[in-house]
């Protein structure tokens, strides 16, 4: 049920202790157990018409001394295969209307605590697009594309 639900859909399984469907095999059938619980009850919330606030947490962006007009968050997401205790977030500094000028950051917040902190920080000039992997197993986590200046 874990893997068929939740693992090979790419969801992440809130308090997941492994990374690796391998080491599902490491667990008892109680502890199997209490993760598809788990799972399932949090997904049947995050999906439903009335969600249930069950945590909250305030996520502000790292400032950043070239940056004088402020930021704004673009996007928010969790990576695969870490039960969600890794959330990424893309932030615009510099609302210029050039494009050359903007400036983004991709920040990885680890929200397992009761407080978030930051775990990596990437700053990316001329942004044009990116991909958050969906392979759990995979090294890679991040694909970015960028304008070419001709700097």
Known sequence: ?????????????PGCPFHERTSIVEMNAEGLEQLV????RFW??????????????????????????GARNLAAEFLPGYGG???????LFDASS?????RFSFECWDISGPKPIPRAVLPVAGLLGYAVNSEASSP????????????
Not at 1 to 13: D, E, K, M, T, Y
């Open 85 to 91: 205790q890794y959330l990424l977030t893309l932030t």
């Open 140 to 151: 890679h986590v991040l694909a970015i594309s960028r304008r070419d200046s001709g700097r």
């Open 44 to 69: 049947s919330n995050w999906t439903s018409s009335e969600p249930k606030l069950v945590r909250q947490a305030e996520i502000q962006s790292t400032h950043r001394p070239w940056s004088s007009s």
């Open 1 to 13: 049920a874990l893997l068929s639900r939740f693992i090979n859909r790419g969801l992440p399984v």
């Open 37 to 40: 619980v788990r799972a399932q």
């Open 98 to 102: 050039e494009r050359d000028n903007r």
